[in-house]
């Protein structure tokens, strides 16, 4: 085993506004487009995107190696943890 001091980290953006945004949706559909901004209250933008991408290739990053950060807004977290649940107070 020899270190090569290569990080392998990816991202798993949801829909974000970009000339590919309508190819995405001729192939998941308006309705999975739909869903992912109602749930998450917009597609995100580029500026959403990039400083994670940034901050993933930059040194405060040496030690995170192996992941899959999700930069969608919460919506895979929304979708596997349910519908929002209102906390009443208990006062």
């Given at each position: 085993w020899k270190n090569f001091e290569v990080r392998i980290n990816t991202i798993?953006?949801?829909p974000v506004h970009t000339p590919i945004l309508a190819d995405f949706e001729a192939s998941m559909g308006t309705d999975a487009l739909e869903l992912s901004?109602?749930?998450v209250g917009r597609h995100a933008d580029v500026a959403?995107?990039?400083p994670v991408i940034d901050f993933l290739l930059s040194d405060n990053a040496r030690w995170i190696n192996g992941q899959d950060l999700h930069v969608d807004g919460?919506?895979?977290s929304a979708?596997?943890?349910g519908p929002h649940i209102e906390l009443q107070s208990a006062l």
């Open positions: 798993s953006p949801g901004r109602n749930t959403d995107v990039v919460g919506f895979i979708l596997t943890s």
